[in-house]
């Protein structure tokens, strides 16, 4: 079982604004970080930090945390960012472990 | 730009040892950075495996633990995996990833930045 939950999907409109979520007892102390994978693909960062995006992650990707829920929210959602998201962050234990959300898998109708 | 590479054997019999080896270019594993290793069973979700730091700190998914041995060989400028005693549950795409974790502005930071491109590893006789 995982120490972070995702819902497992979530679909959005064409254009329209979504927000996946993530929660663990361990983001009240550590930001979360997202990727986003395509079939066959490997995982791409798009989040990490406070809300922090890598060179060439579009900006309507951004993130966001509130007690122990992380959030990535996708404003203007396009055909392109139909994938499943990860989080991932460290175990609630205090030990150097590393933990990945489920994932969601995201439709855009 | 950093790269990653994994190699190693696509087929594996089961009770055997799992080993993979994950080249880095554009970087030097010994200026510092963890290095980790994340898998994915088909249709699955990720599963972190382990993360070893440059001078060689390891730190293990305690599910696989007691399988599990991650090194590094700095002159190379890579970094290893191997699993023993596998099963067809050890079925998955095999990631290596630069693992990065540090302090943020109010909480910890941590993410796996740089990924490499994944290799399917089948446990069957």
């Known amino acids: 079982s995982s120490e972070l939950t995702q819902d497992p999907a979530v679909s959005v409109a064409l254009g329209q604004t979504v927000r996946i979520t993530c929660q663990g007892d361990?983001?009240?102390?550590?930001?979360a970080s997202w990727y986003q994978q395509k079939p066959g693909q490997a995982p791409v960062l798009v989040i990490y930090?406070?809300?922090n995006r890598p060179s060439g992650i579009p900006d309507r990707f951004s993130g966001s945390s509130s007690g122990n829920t992380a959030s990535l929210t996708i404003t203007g959602a396009q055909a392109e960012d139909e994938a499943d998201y990860y989080c991932?962050?460290?175990?609630?234990?205090?030990?150097?472990?590393?933990?990945f959300g489920g994932g969601t898998k995201l439709t855009v109708l | 730009q950093v790269q990653l590479q994994e190699s190693g054997p696509g087929l594996v019999k089961p009770s055997e040892t799992l080993s993979l080896t994950c080249a880095v270019s554009?970087?030097?594993?010994?200026?510092?950075?963890?290095w980790g290793w994340i898998r994915q069973p088909p249709g699955k979700g990720l599963e972190w495996i382990g993360s070893?730091?440059?001078?060689?700190?390891?730190y293990y998914n305690p599910s696989l633990k007691s399988r599990v041995t991650i090194s590094v060989d700095t002159s190379k400028n890579q970094f290893s995996l191997k699993l023993s005693s596998v099963t067809a549950a050890d079925t998955a795409v095999y990631y290596c990833?630069?693992?990065?974790?540090?302090?943020?502005?109010?909480?910890?930071?941590?993410?796996?930045?740089?990924w490499g491109q994944g290799t399917l590893v089948t446990v069957s006789s």
């Open positions: 991932n962050s460290r175990d609630s234990s205090g030990n150097h472990l590393r933990v």
């Open positions: 554009g970087y030097s594993i010994s200026s510092g950075y963890y």
């Open positions: 930090g406070k809300n």
């Open positions: 070893i730091y440059h001078s060689g700190s390891t």
């Open positions: 990833a630069r693992d990065y974790y540090g302090s943020g502005s109010y909480y910890w930071v941590v993410y796996f930045d740089y």
């Open positions: 361990s983001l009240r102390s550590y930001y």
